[in-house]
């Protein structure tokens, strides 16, 4: 039995706590004096204590879940809008492939960024109980280190995430792993805007450490890694565009030949092999697996436009 005593907390648990005003120490006392025979009480005064431990970072998560969310679809979104439909007739001989991604795809890339959303932000949520804890090397004042860190220590992350890509995406081809790890993203043969988050839980959590790792070791301020998240899925989603959307003579130019475009990424859709970078094409071109029709083909999707029959996107 509840005494009157515990019916004025229970009464407070459901008009206060839910107003915000209940505290935790309230919470605890309850659990305290709560009569040992009324096991439930107890059991959900004891949830609602946990749930309070934990509130903190269960808005963490959230937020950081809406966050990796809304990039995505913003990004996606825009994306879509603008090159797959109020300008697909001017793009139409830059497309990569002839073959449209089936519709069932569309549900399936839904599906699975949800999952990539959702893991994201868990690793969101241990970055932010390591930072809490000082393990990882946050900083807040651009003036502790200075502008031009700022701009280096953004090129450096860019440039490891690429290096860790790299060699994280070529073991995920080795046979003995790959239809565990990173058969669902080649499910789309084909990809569009909406592959960029289309990953089986394993890949997701691989991708979803580089911010944490690289915090470990490099000073980050706030605004860097807001940046990168950005530039990261623009990058991510226009290399799964299915449309070269930059100029002739890009692939084979002395800055452009470094950078991967959305032509070189839909090459590694196509052909499973190959084409294994993210923003640079010198670890493929050091290591060998750079594709070699990558030139040419750039060079056809971004060519003049000829009779479809001698212009015809390969599949
Ligand atoms: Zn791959
Ligand atoms: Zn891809």
């Known amino acids: 039995m509840i005494n009157s005593r515990d019916n004025r907390s229970t009464t407070n648990f459901g008009a206060v706590g839910l107003a915000g ?12 004096t709560a009569d040992a025979a009324d096991e439930t009480a107890g059991v959900l005064c004891m949830y609602y204590v946990i749930a309070m431990d934990l509130s903190p970072y269960l808005n963490v998560w959230l937020t ?3 966050l990796n969310m809304a990039r995505y679809l913003v990004v996606a979104g825009l994306f879509s809008l603008l090159f797959l439909g109020l300008l697909r007739h001017r793009l139409a001989s830059r497309r990569n492939q ?5 519709r069932s795809q569309y549900w399936l890339e839904l599906r699975y960024a949800l999952s990539t959303a959702t893991i994201f932000a868990s690793v969101g949520v241990l970055t932010y109980t390591l930072r809490q804890a000082g393990w990882l090397q946050f900083y807040s004042q651009i003036e502790e280190y200075g502008h031009a860190y700022w701009w280096l220590s953004l090129f450096l992350l860019i440039l490891f995430h690429d290096t860790y890509f790299y060699w994280t995406h070529r073991l995920m081809h080795h046979p003995s792993i790959y239809r565990w790890v990173h058969r669902v993203h080649h499910r789309a043969v084909t990809p569009s805007p909406w592959t960029a988050y289309l990953f089986g839980p394993v890949e997701a959590l691989t991708h979803a450490v580089i911010v944490l790792m690289v915090a470990t070791f490099l000073p980050l301020h706030g605004t860097v890694i807001l940046c990168f998240l950005i530039f990261m899925v623009i990058w991510n989603v226009n290399g799964h565009l299915g449309i070269e959307l930059l100029p002739r003579g890009f692939a084979r130019h002395p800055i452009g030949k470094w950078l991967v475009t959305s032509t070189y990424h839909n090459i590694h859709h196509r052909r499973f092999q190959g084409n294994f970078g993210l923003y640079f094409t010198f670890w493929d071109r050091l290591m060998g697996t750079h594709r070699s029709e990558y030139e040419s083909e750039f060079e056809r999707v971004t060519g003049p436009v000829l009779p479809r029959s001698d212009n015809a996107p390969i599949t």
């Open 64 to 66: 950081l879940f809406e």
């Open 98 to 102: 002839s073959r449209r991604p089936p």
């Open 21 to 32: 005003k209940w505290s935790l120490a309230t919470a605890r006392r309850s659990l305290a």
